[in-house]
Every structure is written in C-alpha cells, then in structure tokens.
C-alpha cells in the first residue's frame, strides 16, 4: 500500500524567502504524485501533478517540485515566499491503477510579513 | 460557474438524526469521490464511482450510503448520526480516475451535536 509523509505539520517563513516543504512516499509500484493547497474554508487545488515524465515538474503560483526515486521524495519548493501563500499544503501519492489517492496529513504553511 | 458544488456548507444536527449531503459536477467528469477531513485536517477517501458505478468503498460504516443518480451526482447519506461524524466532507471528481487532476467542491462542514 502506499503512503506519503509530510515532515513538519507547521513551516513559517518570511516574505520573500525559500518555501520547502517536504514529502517522502512509500510505493511498491512507480507512483504518481501530487501536491494540492487548501485555503480556509475552501476545497483542495492541484499544485501540480508528477507522472513520470520530467522529474522537476512545475506547478501554478511559481510551485515547483522534483521527484527523487533515490530518496522516495518529492519536495515543494517556492523560491519566494509571498502572503499570499499561506494555506495548508497537501502530498499526495496514488498507484498506476484506478486513482486512489492516499493524502499526507498536510503542511500549514505561515508567512510571516 | 461553480465546477463542484456541495450543499448544504453547514450542516448541524443532533445525534440519531438522518441527513444527506448533495454533489453535483459540472465538468463533464466520470468520477466522482467523497473524502472526509477529521479535526487535524486528515483527508480520507470513503468512495469513489465511475459512470455511476461503485469503485471504491473504504472502511466505512453502512451508515453511510453514497448515491449516484447519474454521473453528475453523487450524494452522501448518513444514518443515524454520532458525534464522531463530525468532520468537513468534500466531493470531488476527476475526469477518469486515472492519474487525473481531482476537482474538489468547498466542502460541508457537519457537527453534530
């Protein structure tokens, strides 16, 4: 069965710096992967998706994320931070099969001004 | 246009009570998909359907009962109510289920009381 992990449940950075936040996955079969962001009160929105074409694979809002076989991760990155960033981020890793998406248990991400 | 929308938002209601959630798409998807989101922001599939049919049904207790009228649609029935169903339920759908971007609805928010 697969699975993701996400290290930290909470990341705060300033304005204008480096996000990372971070994803590691478990799979028995070549995965397909995704990020989504949730805004309060609001549904889930795909970042961006990985499926085995281009390891880096970039996403809406200058995301961006680079799956790593050798290290089972897919880490998402902003060069920048801005406010308006600041949501809860969501890793999540399904199999090759009919899509049933296993979620991480999220990152909330704080920008501090 | 409201891609996927749920109704009601919130929902409150009393323990041992029956109530339903609404879904309805508008993208022309094949799949449709209930997650529940726990106080901790975990989100967890409980079913999913392709084309009306049930595809995926999680560990979930008989006393929720999904129905797709077409594929359009898809709600969730709920018997008598406990406290710990409590939880934010998101619809979503996805164009075929396979490796496909899910499209999320704002979600209901149900307490039960």
């Known amino acids: 069965a697969q699975s993701v992990t996400q290290l930290g449940s909470h990341v705060s950075v300033s304005e204008g710096a480096l996000v990372l936040l971070r994803c590691n996955y478990s799979?028995?079969?070549?995965?397909?992967l995704f990020w989504y962001v949730q805004y309060p009160n609001q549904g889930l929105q795909l970042l961006l998706k990985y499926t085995s074409a281009a390891t880096l694979v970039k996403g809406i809002n200058g995301f961006e994320a680079e799956f790593k076989k050798s290290e089972t991760s897919f880490h998402l990155t902003k060069p920048s931070a801005h406010m308006s960033d600041a949501a809860e981020y969501f890793c999540?890793?399904?199999?090759?099969?009919?899509?049933?998406?296993?979620f991480g248990i999220g990152t909330k991400l704080q920008v501090i001004p | 246009d409201t891609a996927v929308s749920q109704t009601p938002k919130y929902l409150v209601t009393q323990m041992g009570n029956d109530k339903s959630i609404k879904c309805e798409q508008n993208l022309g998807h094949d799949t449709m998909y209930w997650y529940k989101q726990d106080s901790k922001k975990f989100l967890k599939i409980m079913f999913s359907y392709n084309n009306k049919e049930l595809i995926i049904n999680e560990t979930v207790p008989n006393r929720f009962s999904p129905k797709s009228p077409d594929k359009a649609h898809l709600n969730l029935h709920i018997n008598s109510l406990e406290l710990g169903d409590s939880a934010v339920y998101f619809c979503?759908?996805?164009?075929?289920?396979?490796?496909?971007?899910?499209?999320f609805g704002q979600g209901t928010r149900l307490t039960v009381v």
């Open positions: 799979s028995s079969v070549p995965p397909y």
């Open positions: 979503a759908s996805s164009l075929d289920g396979y490796n496909t971007e899910a499209f």
């Open positions: 999540a890793v399904s199999d090759r099969g009919y899509q049933k998406v296993t």
